[in-house]
């Protein structure tokens, strides 16, 4: 045996780094979280060395005893989580990220080139429900099946359920998926319900995002009227990266769906299991399970509505006004600031956000806006008190910000942020300036 820093220690020390960066700077980004070290142990694990292809008791090779309890324990704490009884719900636990769960699903539900819609890329929809840009199709689900975006209301900013009706009256979708990567508000899922058996289409929830708030009951519940629920585990869920998709028994067709949904995932889409993750996922399963994470879950929204309200008071503008989940969506326009620009000044601060579309943006290339999260610093166990004083320090990075563009002139910025590669650099650039 010898450890990492004794075989590579240019690698180990990149670890070291990333581990700095990570403990010492604010982790704001709405996708990211802090897994537990439980967690990371079960992830880097030796269960990393076997081959496992097929299901439990069902596998294309031989020595998977124990590699089938752990995949069974997985999906039997995957339904305990959402509150899921294994007679109305099964769950795949194999996707490799969120990504490879949606083309899974949507390889599952519908034929080559048939129609579906999802919440739009620039209203807060997610890469792959369906986006292409008028120049190309971007993604697997918009090359191989034909998609129409559905929208935000430009008043609001919430969906626009009566858009999606009648688009889809028109469009005729074999699927219809709801969930978003930037939607600060919850889901109507009983009006999506009605528009989809209306029109015939499956309904769809990608929960990404949102998964470990609604398992902690804090959000509307989507198993209630979706037929398949996909997620991440890496965010709001806080376990390891990969995905799962959970799909209804209880359905007239239950056991084709069941076998749609698997085949779909091993063969169609991958190869065999990740099963240090898969393990990684049911610790942290488990841990979602306790009466702890409800409390982590109310934490995180607490935060997110003290973040919004602070920000607020400080006399920006938000999109929707506040939160209902663990995300803010701050528009920047009003104040002449892009989204590019003060995530690196952020960034030089030790302060990790993301640049983001917001409603109304004239190109995705320039996002107007940022997405904040509270999920991470919620883990690090900050409370209202500890966001109002990282709401400040965001108020004063925007403001120096706003201080470079006006005072040193736009080029300056533009050439500061331009050079300004690493933090070294951005502490000497702001020196000068
Ligand atoms: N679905 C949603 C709503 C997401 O926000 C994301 C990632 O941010 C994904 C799917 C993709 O997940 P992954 O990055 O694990 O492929």
């Known amino acids: 045996y010898k450890s990492l820093a004794e075989i590579d220690p240019e690698i180990k020390n990149i670890i070291d780094k990333e581990t700095w960066r990570?403990?010492?700077?604010?982790e704001l980004i709405a996708s990211e979280n802090l897994t537990s070290q439980a967690t990371m142990e079960a992830n880097g694990s030796i269960l990393t060395n076997k081959y496992s292809e097929g299901l439990p008791n069902a596998r294309y090779y031989g020595g998977n005893e124990y590699i089938d309890e752990l995949e069974i324990l997985c999906r039997k704490r995957a339904l305990q989580a959402f509150n899921l009884d294994p007679a109305k719900w099964g769950v795949n636990v194999q996707p490799y990220s969120g990504s490879t769960a949606n083309f899974a699903a949507l390889t599952a539900l519908i034929q080559p080139n048939d129609r579906l819609m999802g919440l739009g890329l620039p209203d807060g929809g997610h890469l792959t429900h369906g986006y292409y840009t008028a120049k190309k199709?971007?993604?697997?689900?918009?090359?191989?099946f034909q998609s129409l975006p559905y929208a935000i209301t430009p008043e609001t900013n919430l969906i626009d359920y009566t858009g999606l009706a009648n688009q889809a009256k028109i469009f005729k979708p074999r699927l219809i998926i709801c969930g978003a990567s930037a939607y600060p508000r919850d889901w109507?899922?009983?009006?999506?319900?009605?528009?989809?058996?209306?029109?015939?289409?499956?309904l769809m929830a990608d929960i990404a995002h949102t998964s470990?708030?609604?398992a902690a009951q804090e959000l509307n519940n989507p198993f209630e009227y979706c037929d398949v629920v996909t997620t991440t585990t890496h965010k709001t869920l806080r376990g390891p990266r990969a995905g799962l998709i959970f799909f209804r028994k209880d359905l007239e067709n239950a056991a084709d769906l069941e076998k749609r949904v698997n085949d779909a995932v091993f063969p169609a889409c991958q190869g065999g299991p990740h099963n240090n993750t898969i393990a990684a996922i049911a610790t942290a399963l488990l841990q979602v399970s306790q009466p702890e994470f409800k409390l982590y879950a109310k934490q995180v929204i607490a935060n997110a509505r003290t973040l919004a309200d602070t920000l607020v008071s400080h006399g920006y503008r938000l999109q929707t006004g506040g939160t209902d989940n663990h995300l803010v969506l701050w528009d920047l326009r009003p104040i002449g600031l892009t989204g590019s620009k003060v995530e690196k000044v952020c960034d030089f601060l030790g302060i990790t956000i993301n640049?983001?579309?917001v409603s109304g943006d004239a190109s995705a290339q320039v996002p107007g806006g940022i997405r904040l999260g509270t999920s991470a610093l919620t883990s690090r166990d900050m409370k209202e008190e500890d966001i109002k004083v990282v709401a400040g320090f965001l108020h004063r990075a925007v403001q120096l910000s706003l201080l470079l563009q006006k005072e040193a002139g736009s080029k300056l910025l533009k050439d500061f942020v331009r050079v300004a590669t690493t933090q070294e650099e951005g502490k000497q650039g702001f020196a000068q300036v």
């Open 22 to 26: 990570q403990y010492t700077g604010l």
């Open 137 to 144: 199709k971007m993604t697997a689900s918009s090359i191989y």
């Open 188 to 202: 109507d899922y009983s009006e999506l319900k009605k528009i989809s058996t209306k029109e015939g289409a499956w």
């Open 212 to 214: 470990g708030l609604i």
């Open 355 to 357: 640049k983001n579309a």
